[in-house]
């Protein structure tokens, strides 16, 4: 793998009430939906804690996933903001905002869409992996080729995930395309070969395990039609 990839704080504060900065943006999108829309916003309460699960997510996906524009920048306040909605839980918050890097990637890749990075990096996968071909390979060669065959299906799969979040979410295999995808790029992540590939391409590979991290968490368990049949055979009996 290695040769197929090489050539190109701890949160403290409290989640007991909305802070100034949530309840901004929640003013903030109910101003554009009158002035694009010409109606009331259907979130009238100024707390966001009093409306539904469904109606924070929606928020989150106006503020960052509308039309796969999701940056990696953008990751540091979904993860942020996720946590602010009550969303996912202090451990978890500190588990996804306690991932950095040594180094600091360039400010060109700060503001990169994450679709994007998906397409120049698969891209680049693949002309490595043509380059390599022809080679005298070795088993360890061979590995690295299935893994970046993998990575670069886990990469295509968050890209159709990130371009349209909520028509990914309707798909039946949904959950385990994000778990798929998840567990491959934290296998990367996780692996030796991964401090070898150039900075930029680390951070954008660490927030798109991030973002992907948020998206499943925010997503409920689609119950299987077997689940649903034993549910029902249950229920009946």
Excluded: C, W
């Amino acid at each position: 793998m290695v040769n197929s990839i090489n050539g190109y704080g701890n949160f403290s504060a409290s989640n007991t009430g909305v802070s100034s900065k949530v309840q901004n943006i929640i003013d903030e999108h109910n101003e554009n939906k009158v002035k694009k829309e010409g109606k009331a916003p259907e979130i009238k309460n100024s707390n966001v804690f009093l409306s539904s699960r469904a109606q924070r997510i929606s928020l989150l996906n106006i503020e960052f996933f509308r039309g796969g524009s999701l940056t990696n920048t953008d990751v540091n306040k979904l993860v942020e903001r996720v946590y602010e909605f009550g969303l996912i839980s202090k451990e978890d918050y500190s588990r996804l905002s306690g991932k950095s890097l040594d180094q600091q990637p360039s400010a060109k890749t700060e503001t990169t869409k994450l679709v994007d990075f998906i397409d120049d990096f698969s891209a680049r996968l693949k002309k490595s992996e043509k380059d390599d071909k022809g080679k005298d390979n070795d088993k360890q060669d061979k590995a690295g080729s299935k893994t970046v065959e993998k990575l670069t299906e886990a990469l295509q799969q968050a890209k159709v995930i990130l371009a349209d979040v909520e028509q990914a979410k309707k798909q039946d295999n949904f959950k385990n395309l994000i778990n798929q995808s998840i567990t491959t790029l934290r296998e990367v992540i996780d692996s030796s070969a991964f401090n070898k590939i150039p900075i930029d391409d680390r951070a954008s590979l660490t927030n798109l395990g991030r973002s992907l991290e948020v998206i499943d968490k925010l997503s409920p368990q689609r119950l299987t039609n077997a689940k649903v049949n034993r549910y029902l055979d249950i229920s009946l009996s």
